[in-house]
Every structure is written in structure tokens, then in C-alpha cells.
Nanobody, 129 residues
Framework: VQVEESGGGSVQAGGSLKLSCIIA????????LGWFRQSPGPVREGISC????????YYPDSVKGRFTVTRDNAKNTMYLEMNGLKSEDTATYYC???????????????????????WGQGTQVTVSS
């Protein structure tokens, strides 16, 4: 399985970026997908998830209303559109796939319990104020 994120870069506060995640080597539509980010340090934060069909999405308060996750199962690709970027959004962003990870309120507190076993190398997002 190969997971590859792209689309990161440097923007000013208030700007926008759109990240992409391509996953090859598995049946894409069978997996729940998530976006995560990690600033320097050990903690990886879950910031969005999307169900198999794309019908269900969830965002924690830190990004709700600013970020939008979508997926195109025909292209094995997931996207994260990020608007209104803030300096605190600066991090390395990762995507991951799991066979079971209910995309419901509280998801971000339980990501360690789910089988997100396919991860990319990450793409850097830097927001300057």
C-alpha cells in the first residue's frame, strides 16, 4: 500500500490550501479515511474524517467551519480544503486509512483505538502571521 500526500506549502494567515491524498494498493472505497497533523512534538491530532462513501464527515472544533474533507473513490483520492488558515495550523499533515473508525463526534479522541495502519510521509503546511 502506498499513501502520498501533496499540496502543502507556505501561506499567510487567512490564506487557503488544498491537500490531496492518493492511496494505491487497497480497495479505496472500503476504507474510512482521516487527516491528521503534527506540530513539532509527539502529539498527532486528528482533524477530519470521512466515511467510506463520503456521506459522513466530522471535524473537531479546532478546524470546524474552516476545513472541508472530500473523497473521490474513482480516483483513490481524498482532499482537504483549508480556508482561513491560522498560524496554529502550521504542522505536517498526514492522511491515513482504516477499515473501522466511526466518523462521528468524538472521533478525534478515539483515533488511537482504530486501525489506522496505512500512513503517508506527510506534507508540510506553514502559515505565517
Amino acid at each position: 500500500v502506498q499513501v502520498e500526500e501533496s499540496g502543502g506549502g507556505s501561506v499567510q494567515a487567512g490564506g487557503s490550501l488544498k491537500l490531496s491524498c492518493i492511496i494505491a494498493g487497497l480497495t479505496f472505497r472500503d476504507y474510512v479515511l482521516g487527516w491528521f497533523r503534527q506540530s513539532p512534538g509527539p502529539v498527532r491530532e486528528g482533524i477530519s474524517c470521512i466515511s467510506w462513501s463520503g456521506a459522513s464527515t466530522y471535524y473537531p472544533d479546532s478546524v470546524k467551519g474552516r476545513f472541508t474533507v472530500t473523497r473521490d473513490n474513482a480516483k483513490n483520492t481524498m482532499y482537504l480544503e483549508m480556508n482561513g488558515l491560522k498560524s496554529e495550523d502550521t504542522a505536517t499533515y498526514y492522511c491515513a486509512a482504516a477499515t473501522f473508525a466511526p466518523c462521528v463526534p468524538g472521533w478525534e479522541t478515539k483515533v488511537g483505538e482504530y486501525d489506522y495502519k496505512y500512513w503517508g510521509q506527510g506534507t508540510q503546511v506553514t502559515v505565517s502571521s
